[in-house]
């Protein structure tokens, strides 16, 4: 199969024509910030557990309760063009800023509700005016984030079961008329131009109501873009999970919310801090998949983002000044799986190697010490340059097609060390369009990796078995469910078979003791899904793979195979199932490649 990347020159659809800037951009920086900083995840002495901005939520305090933090809400050392500063450093292009969270404190001066930080705070101040402002100097898209179903505050909105308890008493169509609408329209009148509104947690929102928002979002700002998360398929772009990297092709534009610790709103004992690889490493990973980050910071309630976060995104922006060609503005990957050792991006004449792991990319060790000979399979476009975006050095290169494998290779003489240890980029110019294999096939450390997402699907009736966001099965519940991959080897010899499967999202757990068979090269293994060992999802600490050794089998010839994974048996208690991640085909060490 051969894969044209092709930028097609069809007419614009209004929403394509919005999306123009935020597809440029690639990387936007989130800010919450709200009355939820004071308590700073601790309420009555208490710390109370999950993220900071829901503690109102999490420990049940009445309205009357909360609405006393206004009265101590004076962040006097806020700063709009230092916090306009520290997203200019990052080289993020757009700031997302909760104007209103489900607390239903407005963030802004609003005559709507009194409730907000001028009418209601000793500070009197509009820091979204002085936001505005700040941003149109430094040439950066102000994006207001606003909870348009969740409203504790509010008898009509929806969440606040600790207030309200009957639910049959709530008219949610008068709090969208009365609070939502109006809100939505300040916010679209007062602060300039308004790149997107940041919708979230639709829940009870019918499509209708989520379509009259979109509606009159666009008629009050025909260039203001809507999230996904307005409910019901309407955003002008999809909203992954948070801190959930999609995986593969996604056919809408989206986009990812990630926390920089674990949580978005500020907790003062929060100090689990993504290194700062971790952050440009994700950043790297949504793009190469076509997709926007949206990476958060939390400001405390005098109104500083915590240094933590400030160091962090400085580091970002120091390796963009280097790297951004590579990431804004870029489109993914021509290929549907992963580079080994890393990532691909591209644009119209480029191709950009991403490297995270420089010993798995070059795996093959050059004549002397201080060369590394990387290998990139299935690049069919002829290339015309190779170099080090780190320092601009051409790198020696040379390309060749294998017809007894069908193998399209360039090798690339790298030096011994990576240049940065965060990703170094290898940039090839080529000629003319990008031009891939696209077919599933043993990459140059010999390893043959069948992603789930990748794999045929074999659904029964009445069966669930699908692909979640993050490209692991979920559902896999039952065992007259199946799967199937085709693939090409190179080379002869035998493999360990080993089945990687995901824990639950947020370390919720994971269920074993499936028995397997696998059909291929006319052997039939039979093994069970064990635990033999974790290994770092590179996609999300927070759910760790777990990796099963199913048996090992004989390849005696190179050429294109055909896998089956049947399970004879599925644990289900849990009712996570087989949360396949990829079936892995592992050559012994030492194994020489072509
Ligand atoms: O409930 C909110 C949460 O507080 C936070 O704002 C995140 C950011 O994506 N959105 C919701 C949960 O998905």
Redesign the pocket.
């Known amino acids: 199969m051969v894969l044209l990347a092709t930028c097609a020159a069809s007419a614009q659809t209004p929403s394509e024509k919005r999306l123009q800037w935020w597809r440029e951009a690639r990387f936007g920086m989130f800010i919450?910030w709200g009355l939820y900083a004071l308590p700073a995840g601790e309420w009555k002495g208490k710390p109370i557990p999950g993220?900071g901005?829901?503690i109102m939520n999490r420990a049940k305090i009445p309205v009357a309760e909360y609405e006393q933090l206004a009265k101590q809400f004076n962040p006097v050392r806020f700063n709009a063009e230092e916090w306009v500063a520290v997203a200019k450093s990052a080289g993020a292009k757009y700031i997302v800023i909760t104007s209103k969270?489900?607390d239903g404190f407005a963030m802004y001066g609003s005559k709507v509700s009194k409730y907000n930080i001028v009418d209601a705070t000793p500070f009197h101040r509009d820091p979204m005016k002085e936001l505005a402002a700040a941003c149109q100097k430094a040439g950066i898209r102000l994006c207001f984030y606003y909870s348009q179903t969740q409203d504790w505050h509010e008898p009509d909105g929806n969440g606040n079961t600790w207030d309200w308890p009957d639910e049959s008493k709530k008219d949610f169509t008068r709090y969208l008329e009365e609070k939502v609408k109006p809100q939505v329209r300040e916010l679209l009148t007062n602060y300039g131009p308004i790149g997107l509104i940041w919708f979230?947690?639709p829940r009870i929102i019918t499509k209708a109501q989520s379509q009259e928002l979109a509606d009159l979002v666009h008629q009050l700002q025909p260039d203001c873009l809507v999230s996904g998360r307005i409910g019901h398929g309407i955003g002008d772009y999809d909203s992954a999970g948070?801190n959930q990297i999609s995986v593969g092709t996604v056919k809408r534009d989206w986009e990812t919310?990630v926390t920089m610790n674990d949580t978005?709103g500020f907790k003062k004992d929060d100090n689990n801090w993504k290194s700062t690889t971790v952050l440009i490493r994700q950043l790297c990973q949504i793009a190469s998949r076509g997709g926007n980050y949206l990476l958060n910071v939390g400001p405390t309630a005098e109104g500083l983002i915590p240094q933590p976060s400030v160091e962090r995104m400085a580091q970002i922006g120091q390796w963009l000044k280097v790297n951004g060609e590579a990431i804004n503005g870029a489109s993914p990957s021509p290929f549907p799986y992963e580079l080994t050792g890393g990532l691909i991006t591209t644009r119209p004449g480029k191709v950009y190697l991403h490297i995270f792991d420089w010993s798995r990319f070059a795996a093959c060790c050059g004549p002397s010490q201080d060369i590394a000979l990387g290998r990139l399979y299935g690049l069919q476009s002829k290339v015309r340059r190779a170099y080090l975006l780190a320092n601009n050095s051409t790198l020696k290169i040379s390309q060749k097609y294998y017809k007894a494998t069908d193998l399209d290779q360039l090798q690339i003489q790298l030096p011994a060390a990576a240049p940065d240890a965060n990703d170094s980029i290898v940039a090839l110019d080529i000629q003319g369009e990008v031009r891939v294999d696209t077919s599933l096939r043993q990459q140059p450390n010999g390893v043959v990796t069948l992603p789930a997402h990748l794999g045929e699907i074999h659904n029964s009736q009445g069966g669930g078995l699908r692909i979640d966001s993050r490209g692991v099965v979920e559902n896999w519940l039952r065992a007259d469910e199946w799967m199937s991959w085709d693939f090409k080897v190179n080379d002869r010899g035998t493999y360990q078979v080993v089945l990687v499967t995901s824990e639950q999202k947020y370390g919720r757990g994971w269920e074993g003791g499936h028995r397997v068979s696998l059909d291929v090269a006319g052997q039939h293994l039979e093994g069970t899904v064990s635990n033999d060992g974790k290994e770092e999802n590179p996609g999300d600490a927070y759910w760790p793979y777990v990796v099963s050794k199913i048996g090992s089998l004989k390849i005696s010839k190179a050429g294109g195979y055909h896998l089956e994974l049947k399970p004879q048996e599925i644990q289900a208690l849990k009712k996570f199932g087989l949360t396949l991640v990829s079936v892995r085909l592992v050559p012994p060490a030492g194994m020489v490649t072509m």
Request: net charge negative; glycine share 0%; no cysteine.
């Open positions: 919450h993220i901005e829901w969270h489900h979230d947690t948070d919310p978005w």
